[in-house]
């Protein structure tokens, strides 16, 4: 599919990198969208190069050549991440009922905006769908036959939602408690190390460790047993993973650039359900999680021997 123009509103989030910028601006002047919001973090104080940058990523947003209602969020001081896009993200949806988010790294084909003006129609009213995803992390590992496939986890890099699930976001997750999550959690995740890797990133983001606003919406997903569309191939690629980034450093990350492909004809599963293999694959690289088993495995059976070795000793005094 090419030449597609979306029929959604779209809110563009930009910060410090003039030349990732370009490049989604670039496939979004494509789909000319009626309706763009743009969002720009401000410059770190201690961060000589900031005002250059940031300014010159402000400059690129701006080319708009298209009919277009543009509206602003321009930041003139750095909320950092969890605060910035979170906040933009209200001001989005404060605005508009649906619509299509993308962050200055998150590049684009251009059925993804095609896939999402689909899903966001489709699944509107459908409360079991709180999440839209446009990249797709399975690095080639087609799940059935159909164009799309569900999941519990909430993939960010490039997505669609409504109003009806942003209203229930909470950056701070204050409704919900540590002492509560852990069994909450092990209704959810089979694998009890997997529990616990959440249960920790629960209690990070509770004590404001983690400057970031998308675990905060993956809880909430799991939390209210909500469902995120995934499409079968991948329509995202991260081109931000490189030094200046704010998370995503490594270069050689699996995740790194990975090939767009196209979305055409759409099918879709008979059964609305997780695809929960799907989930423990991307998990499992995320976190480390098969190595992880085997360490803690090979300690406790490290353990047990000891402590064998300890009766035998008694038993022989």
């Keep these: 599919m090419t030449d597609y123009k979306t029929s959604s509103p779209i809110l563009f989030l930009i910060f410090n990198r003039p030349d990732t910028t370009a490049q989604v601006f ?65 001001w989005f949806f404060e605005q508009e009922e649906e619509g299509i988010i993308l962050e200055d790294d998150c590049l684009p084909s251009n059925s993804f905006f095609y896939y999402c003006d689909t899903m966001l129609e489709r699944y509107r009213t459908d409360t079991r769908i709180r999440h839209i995803s ?33 209203k229930d976001y909470d950056k701070d997750l204050i409704m919900y408690q540590l002492e509560e999550v852990h069994t909450q959690l092990s209704n959810i995740f089979s694998t009890p190390m997997l529990v616990t890797m959440w249960v920790n990133i629960f209690k990070d983001l509770k004590a404001g460790k983690i400057d970031t606003w998308d675990y905060q919406l993956a809880f909430l997903n799991f939390f209210n047993n909500g469902l995120s569309v995934m499409p079968n191939v991948n329509l995202i690629s991260n081109i931000g993973f490189r030094a200046d980034a704010t998370h995503t450093v ?16 759409v099918t879709y599963p008979k059964y609305t359900l997780p695809d929960k293999e799907a989930d423990y694959a991307v998990l499992n690289r995320e976190f480390d999680l098969e190595e992880r088993i085997r360490k803690h495995n090979l300690l406790r059976r490290r353990f047990k021997r000891w402590i064998k070795s300890q009766f035998k000793k008694t038993s022989r005094s």
């Excluded at 490594?250 to 004809?265: D, G, Q, R, T, V």
């Design 134 to 166: 446009g990249c797709n992390l399975m690095l080639g590992d087609k799940r059935g036959n159909d164009s799309i496939f569900f999941v519990n986890q909430t993939h960010v890099w490039g997505w669609a939602s409504w109003k009806r699930v942003w």
């Design 26 to 90: 670039n496939e979004i002047r494509k789909t000319r969208p009626s309706r763009l919001y743009i969002a720009a973090d401000g410059p770190r104080k201690d961060r000589a190069d900031d005002q250059v940058l940031c300014l010159e990523t402000l400059q690129v947003a701006a080319q708009i050549d298209w009919e277009c209602d543009v509206k602003t969020l321009y930041r003139s001081t750095n909320l950092g991440c969890k605060n910035a896009i979170s906040s933009a993200i209200d």
């Design 250 to 265: 490594n270069s050689n990350n699996k995740y790194s650039n990975i090939p767009l492909e196209e979305f055409s004809e």
